[in-house]
């Protein structure tokens, strides 16, 4: 609750204009929260939050390695999506009359708050590295994420290592973010 409480307060500002609820998601290392939200004149109120025990770390650890063929990572990230879509099955229930009265006014408005987040974005924006006044504020098509991560889930360890916005550290834990991420927009 106080993460989730913490994540809205520190960055609501930068949520596109728009009533309405809308959904602010945290992918960490060893878990991932989502907080539903209802825009407010001041300070947003939380409609409902979730925390699931999946971030990069743990879920990379839970699917093992990736393997050596594309069909092997491409089963891999269908087991980690798999996985993620169980954990977020109550939350979605739960906030789905929510969800559907924002999305008949337009699209959900959604805001990430992660490394996965702002690694797709700057791929998104074909940036030599990261920049944070570039990437933070950014409005980023779901489509365009979903492009990249499926790019991202196929693509070998030794591609993804030699992507500038991903570098060697992150590159065995971009997939898992991908995973929760596309999650997220289903």
């Known amino acids: 609750r106080e993460e989730a409480r913490l994540a809205v307060l520190g960055c609501h ?6 009533r309405g609820p809308a ?39 839970t699917c093992g390695t990736e393997g050596a063929t ?4 491409i089963a891999r990230y269908a087991r980690m999506r798999g996985l993620v879509t169980e ?13 559907q009265s924002a999305s008949d006014t337009g699209p959900l408005r959604l805001l990430g708050t992660s490394g996965t987040v702002t690694t797709l974005a700057s791929l998104h924006l074909e940036l030599p590295q990261y ?7 950014l409005i980023v098509p779901a489509q365009s994420m979903r492009a ?15 992507l500038a916005c991903i570098g060697r550290e992150r590159a065995d834990l971009v997939v898992a973010g991908c995973a929760i991420l596309e999650t997220i927009l289903d």
Not at 13 to 18: C, F, I, N, R
Not at 25 to 41: A, C, K, N, P
């Open 13 to 18: 500002v930068l949520l596109e204009d728009g």
């Open 148 to 162: 990249i991560s499926t790019r991202l889930s196929s693509m070998p360890i030794e591609e993804r290592r030699e």
């Open 23 to 61: 959904m602010i998601f945290d992918i960490g290392g060893g878990s991932t929260e989502l907080v539903l939200i209802e825009s407010t004149d001041t300070v947003p109120r939380i409609l409902d939050w979730q925390s699931v025990p999946w971030g990069v770390v743990s879920l990379s650890e």
């Open 87 to 99: 954990s977020f099955a109550a939350f979605a229930r739960r906030t789905e009359s929510a969800r």
């Open 131 to 137: 920049d944070r006044s570039a990437v933070d504020g």
């Open 70 to 73: 594309h069909e092997d990572r």
